[in-house]
């Protein structure tokens, strides 16, 4: 049987949080941001030890809703 992990966050260096403010607001802000971005190495090793087979991923917080409408619709399409 294959495990798969839903919910799993990430986030991209365009729409992340700020250094310091919002979810980066505390003392291991720094590396839950770089947890965030990545979707490579640490996180695949991260998945092997805990014996996920599969993570389905969607952005955090800030996200789309931190642009304009018009970065909006453009980082969409």
Same mark, same amino acid.
């Given at each position: 049987?294959?495990? !798969?992990?839903? +919910? +799993?966050?990430?986030?991209?260096? +365009?729409?992340?949080?700020? %250094? =310091?403010? =919002?979810?980066?607001? @505390?003392?291991? =802000?720094? /590396?839950?941001? %770089?947890?965030? @971005?990545?979707?490579?190495?640490?996180? !695949?090793?991260?998945?092997?030890?805990?014996? !996920?087979?599969? /993570?389905?991923?969607?952005?955090?917080?800030? %996200? %789309? /809703?931190?642009?304009? +409408?018009?970065?909006?619709?453009?980082?969409?399409?």
């Amino acid at each position: 049987m294959r495990t !798969i992990a839903l +919910e +799993e966050h990430f986030w991209t260096a +365009e729409l992340a949080a700020p %250094a =310091g403010t =919002g979810p980066l607001a @505390r003392s291991d =802000g720094q /590396q839950l941001d %770089a947890a965030l @971005r990545d979707l490579d190495k640490a996180r !695949i090793a991260d998945m092997d030890a805990a014996g !996920i087979d599969l /993570q389905v991923v969607s952005h955090a917080q800030p %996200a %789309a /809703q931190g642009l304009t +409408e018009a970065d909006a619709v453009a980082a969409a399409r």
